[in-house]
Nanobody, 119 residues
Framework: QVQLVESGGGLVQAGGSLRLSCAASGSSFSIDAMGWYRQAPGKQRELVARLSSGGTTNYADSVKGRFTISRDNAKNTVYLQMNSLKPEDTAVYYC?????????????WGQGTQVTVSS
């Protein structure tokens, strides 16, 4: 089993910044990809940013130029740097990792961390 621990959420003013962290731990495993998703009240969960094992990134159009995803392989940790935050960024943010196994792959999710941006 793989456990994900998220941190870094909170309340900020519009225009402010936050950095989310997600650390993975457990038995020996390799990570194919890591990413961040978010879900606002009444909305579907959506992809915010994704980082492949090869370093390829994908961002939602709404966050391009403001958010940056990165990882520290030695620490099995993925980060989401969020700048120029807007009230519409308010949501619960979830960390996700994709782990290959003998049958295919498994998805693991963090517990979620609340990000609230005030106007």
């Amino acid at each position: 089993q793989v456990q994900l621990v998220e941190s870094g959420g909170g309340l900020v003013q519009a225009g402010g910044s936050l950095r989310l962290s997600c650390a993975a731990s457990g038995s020996s495993f390799s990570i194919d990809a890591m990413g961040w998703y978010r879900q606002a009240p009444g909305k579907q969960r959506e992809l915010v940013a994704r980082l492949s094992s090869g370093g390829t990134t994908n961002y939602a159009d709404s966050v391009k130029g403001r958010f940056t995803i990165s990882r520290d392989n030695a620490k099995n940790t993925v980060y989401l740097q969020m700048n120029s935050l807007k009230p519409e960024d308010t949501a619960v943010y979830y960390c996700n990792i994709v782990v290959p196994n003998r049958w295919g792959f498994m998805n693991y999710w963090g517990q979620g961390t609340q990000v609230t941006v005030s106007s």
